[in-house]
């Protein structure tokens, strides 16, 4: 506007652009952008295209195709796999509308989606989302509100089986060459069940046989009075935390020394549960786990 102005003074044109310090040109055109379109011609606009200006899929066949991707694998639409790439969604984009691009162009679109490339969690097909809905919204509820009425306290139990030729963790060796670790011949097994609360206490057993449900059965009806069984969704073992105790165990196994026989496996079984009720901040802290949250949360 103030070299508009300059010019409607009556100002030459290279007296204005050196005052301005832009091209002549540039003078020229904001002079015609003034007769032809006043002082809204004028204003400042912002550089290059605006979103979604020329985008080859409409808005509403990107949100299709995003929430194909998001609801469904690949094999679900007709196509191979079970995990999305940028060329299986390219596949996806030409079946629903004859449009061909390529990988870097579907890159753009993902990116614009706000859409990752990520290691998926891993669900059993036959798990049952009704299931896992009721458990969060009706039966933890309840079962805590229970717990908290009845001075109780809830523990989450499981149990996991520790095998003699399971080899856990990572160590050194030449590139190409993929190192060996020596284990013994007779294969064992150890089973271990343990219980946690939120309140970082841990209760565990380590045992070699094996116990039918007659046994369990008969056992709980004895202590009816002192303990309550509530079972978790079926096929959703990430909705308990002792799963987590699970994980760590096999982490930790000594990486030093392999048990020969089944005593020596028991006993480094039992270090481990004895090393984490020593610890009940890491207790507390297998309750931090993304899918467990839901525990604290009142």
């Keep these: 506007m103030l070299a508009v102005s300059a010019l409607m003074e009556g100002r030459d044109r290279a007296e204005v652009a050196a005052l301005f310090k832009v091209s002549v040109r540039a003078v020229d055109n904001w002079w015609t952008r003034w007769q ?3 002082r809204d011609a ?22 299709a195709v995003r929430q194909a ?5 690949p094999s679900g639409l007709g196509l191979s796999g079970q995990l999305w790439t940028r060329s299986l969604i390219g596949e996806l984009i030409f079946k629903l509308y004859r449009i061909r691009f390529t990988e870097p162009g579907v890159g753009k679109y993902l990116k ?26 009706e039966s933890w509820p309840a079962i805590r509100a229970q717990a908290k009425a009845e001075r109780g306290e809830v523990l989450f139990a499981d149990q996991v089986g520790i095998r003699s030729d399971q080899v856990t963790g990572r160590t050194w060796g030449a590139r190409g060459s993929t190192p060996v670790v020596r284990r013994t011949g007779n294969r064992f097994l150890v089973k271990a069940m343990s219980a946690i609360s939120t309140k970082g206490r841990m209760h565990f057993m380590v045992f070699t046989e094996s116990f039918d449900s007659k046994t369990v059965r008969a ?23 002792d799963e987590l105790v699970n994980a760590d165990l096999e982490r930790s196994l000594p990486h030093t020394h392999r ?38 949360d009142e």
């Design 36 to 38: 032809t379109g006043g």
């Design 112 to 137: 614009r989606w706000g859409l990752m490339f990520q290691r998926p969690d891993k669900r059993a097909i036959e798990q049952d989302p009704e299931a896992v809905r009721v458990w969060h919204e």
């Design 259 to 296: 048990a020969r026989n089944q005593a020596e496996l028991a006993s480094e079984t039992r270090r481990f549960f004895h090393r984490r009720q020593r610890q009940p901040h890491i207790v507390r802290g297998y309750f931090g786990g993304r899918h467990v949250r839901y525990i604290l």
């Design 42 to 63: 004028l204003l400042s606009r912002t550089r290059g295209r605006r979103v979604g200006e020329h985008q080859v899929l409409s808005e509403a066949e990107q949100a």
């Design 219 to 241: 056992w709980l009806a004895d202590h009816k009075d002192q303990v309550e069984l509530h079972f978790l969704p079926s096929y959703s073992p990430e909705l308990n935390p």
């Design 69 to 73: 991707v998001l609801d469904h694998t």
